[in-house]
């Protein structure tokens, strides 16, 4: 494939190079049968600003709805943007009526199609003793690709941020370093 099929992702954190940066992205989640990973950061980001929508509106009844998906309610407006902070329920409710669930499902069966072969789900074909011997090889297996998925896409991001930089960093990137240089990156690199 040419490198202008594939461009290296370049972002500068500045506004108008978002555009390039998120085709070159998306491109590259295409080509990996990832996007379920992206659209799930998206509704992630419309849960958190429904949240923010109905905490601050004017209306008491949909703030006391925002507050009751919050395991820990304050009266502030703040919204806590870590998802353990948030019912188990509220986030289901919200990725079930959305099926971020089968795209997902696809990209992991198809990873079993490709490590396993065209009978992975039959356990006597790949000469498991039960079914229940299968399932936990798929946890496993399943388990390994979504690490490596999480590791591609960190590493991606951090490289994007810092690798390029030939040039001396801009205002943009400054403010993404402390984002993407803190101890959970560090243990996905």
Known sequence: MDEKDNPAPVFSGE???????????????DKHDTTWRFEGGRLL?????RQIKEKTGSYKKTRKKALEREKVASDSNHVPTS???NTDDALKEWFADRDIATGLLLSLNKNRLSNLGS???DYKKLGFKDDAALTQAHKSLDL???RQLNRMAVWLLHDVV???SSKVDTAAQTKLNGILRNSEVSQIL
Not at 15 to 29: A, E, G, L, N
Not at 45 to 49: C, P, S, W
């Open 144 to 146: 390994k690709y979504l």
């Open 83 to 85: 998802v353990d902070a």
């Open 15 to 29: 506004m108008k190079d978002w555009p390039t940066f998120k085709d070159t992205i998306q491109m590259r989640t």
């Open 162 to 164: 810092f690798e390029p």
């Open 119 to 121: 009978n992975f789900t």
């Open 45 to 49: 980001a419309e849960f958190f600003a």
